[in-house]
């Protein structure tokens, strides 16, 4: 079984519609959670961490479940420049390394 | 501040061929990463440091080798490329190894290896 396990989609939405996505992750004493975006061709930047009360950040909402070991994105008010790849990171264990899933790639569409 | 910076963006090697991928940061981090990303198996690990003289085995060391002079570089040294080593590479750069700062990528080397 994967670390970390994401759907790799493709969810393809049309302009305005809300889509969520949810990761799993397998080590119980993962501490720390992410979501990294990723475009095309180019590097993973940090989205938001995600916090055990949950966070959110203008349209974007994160939430961690523990008990059942998911993390969850939920965009509202898709737009046309949210199209990318999706990235879920949970940090491991005692060696505190960051253990990315495949990614779940989002085509909004117009 | 650059950030991270990686050289060469692009790169076509011929197995056997050895080469150097290099990696810089003006962050002051000590936590410094190499990942491989490829179609469907998500970013690996491949070597990391956790300060100048420290690195450390990530999940595919094979074929890899790393150095850690200076708080600034960290290069990645191809020995004998393989054909399975064509992939995009990525350094990383965060604070610290403990911790939750955030991780920052530079923006990739394509390699091709024929």
């Known amino acids: 079984r994967k670390e970390v396990e994401q759907d790799p989609g493709p969810f393809n939405v049309p302009e305005g519609a809300t889509v969520a996505f949810n990761c799993t992750y397998s080590n119980s004493a993962s501490q720390s959670f992410f979501w990294y975006r990723q475009d095309c061709r180019k590097e993973p930047k940090l989205l938001m961490s995600?916090?055990?009360s949950g966070n959110e950040d203008g349209r974007f909402t994160a939430q961690l479940n523990r008990a059942s070991q998911y993390i969850s994105l939920l965009i509202r008010d898709s737009k046309l420049s949210d199209s990318a790849t999706y990235l879920c990171v949970v940090v491991g264990g005692a060696t505190n390394k960051l253990i990315f899933g495949t990614g779940t790639l989002l085509a909004v569409q117009p | 501040n650059a950030g991270v910076t990686q050289t060469p963006k692009f790169q076509v090697l011929k197995t056997g061929q050895s080469m150097t991928l290099q990696c810089a940061q003006d962050m002051n981090h000590e936590y410094m990463s190499w990942y491989r990303q490829d179609p469907g198996m998500g970013l690996r690990l491949i070597h990391y440091s956790v300060g100048a003289g420290i690195t450390d085995q990530g999940e595919v060391p094979n074929g890899y080798n790393v150095s850690r002079s200076t708080t600034e570089d960290f290069p990645l040294r191809l020995l004998s490329a393989a054909p399975s080593q064509t992939s995009v590479y990525f350094c990383?750069?965060?604070?610290?190894?403990?911790?939750?700062?955030?991780?920052?990528f530079g923006p990739g080397t394509r390699l091709t290896v024929l």
């Open positions: 995600v916090y055990s």
């Open positions: 990383a750069s965060r604070r610290a190894l403990m911790g939750t700062d955030t991780q920052y």
